[in-house]
């Protein structure tokens, strides 16, 4: 499992990083079934020394998914802790819903006559795709160019460093080869490259990304258009906007990630999304996530949110 540790205005580091590594060892031995060099975990986690709050989030991508947590408290260890036993209650639901597709046969052969049918449009997109690389790869460092290529490689972790590694980078000329893969059909490659893209072009990239989140089909590639677009919110005047919209989204996940990024902006209209949010939630995930936000706000007073499910 790759592991990308952040550690930010934190005292006792050695002490912080160590039970950090202890807990994603034993979430590495809990994705056993998974192949190890597909996973990848990235911790964040950063004190507020002026109401010494310790903040963790956590984003765990295993093939074909990505779970994000995130917790506070005035304890370091307890934030920490209940993040990884947030993220691993939310990885084992979702493993639990994982299903061998009933009698494969009687469709595989279907998928394969497709396949065959669109064999020359691949190809030509496929020429269309190698001719701009080629145009590209002059601007590109040695290094860049190498991961570019990676982009387009079947095996989906390579995919996924290239992804990684072109984000850490940051070269603006590879901007435009991440671009073209926003649009794939594997949702896995589209949430790489939206927060690629968010890295690399910084402000640029957000028309496109918000104009992303208004109909991206998949939940997760939404949720991390959430994630792309949250640093860049003091860049651009259309992230708040866009982030409050994602208070509503339909899936939980994208909504506890909405609420965690509107919460830490610094502005009345996104206060009051959140205090709105709070009256309307019912979902218990996101209502114990909204109320840390109202915490965070000042207003652990408020209006008590809805009972029910």
């Given amino acids: 499992m790759q592991r990308f540790i952040e550690l930010k205005h934190v005292g006792p580091k050695e002490q912080v990083r160590t039970l950090i590594e202890e807990l994603v060892d034993r979430l590495e031995h809990k994705l056993h079934h998974f192949r190890q060099e597909a996973l990848s975990v990235h911790i964040l986690f950063d004190e507020n020394g002026s109401h010494t709050l310790y903040h963790t989030s956590l984003t765990c ?75 590209d790869a002059g601007s590109l460092s040695p290094e860049a160019q190498q991961l570019v290529a990676q982009l387009d490689a079947q095996d989906a972790y390579v995919r996924q460093q290239a992804f990684l590694r072109l984000e850490a980078l940051r070269e603006p000329a590879t901007a435009d080869v991440i671009r073209r893969h926003l649009a794939s059909r594997n949702q896995e ?79 009345p209209d996104a206060r009051e999304a959140i205090r709105l949010r709070w009256r309307r939630e019912r979902h218990r995930d996101v209502r114990r996530v909204l109320e840390r936000a109202m915490a965070r ?10 009972q029910g499910s």
Avoid: C, Y
Wanted: no cysteine; proline share 6%; charged share 25%.
């Fill in 297 to 306: 706000l000042g207003d652990a007073d408020g209006s008590a949110p809805p």
């Fill in 61 to 135: 991508h295993i093939p074909g998914h990505t779970v994000a947590a995130r917790e506070e408290s005035h304890d370091a260890g307890q934030a920490i802790r209940k993040a990884f036993k947030e993220l691993e209650r939310q990885l084992e639901k979702h493993t639990a819903r994982l299903r061998p597709r009933p009698r494969p046969g009687r469709w595989r052969g279907k998928r394969t006559a497709r396949g065959l049918g669109i064999v020359g449009v691949v190809m030509l997109v496929s020429a269309g795709a190698a001719a701009g690389w080629a145009q």
């Fill in 189 to 267: 490659t589209r949430a790489f490259s939206v927060r690629a893209l968010a890295a690399v072009e910084g402000a640029a990239a957000v028309p496109t990304l918000v104009e992303r989140l208004t109909r991206e089909r998949s939940w997760n590639v939404r949720l991390n258009l959430v994630l792309a677009l949250e640093p860049l919110a003091d860049q651009s005047p259309a992230v708040m906007p866009a982030l409050i919209r994602a208070l509503r989204d339909r899936k939980a996940e994208v909504r506890m990630a909405a609420v965690d990024a509107v919460s830490r902006l610094d502005h």
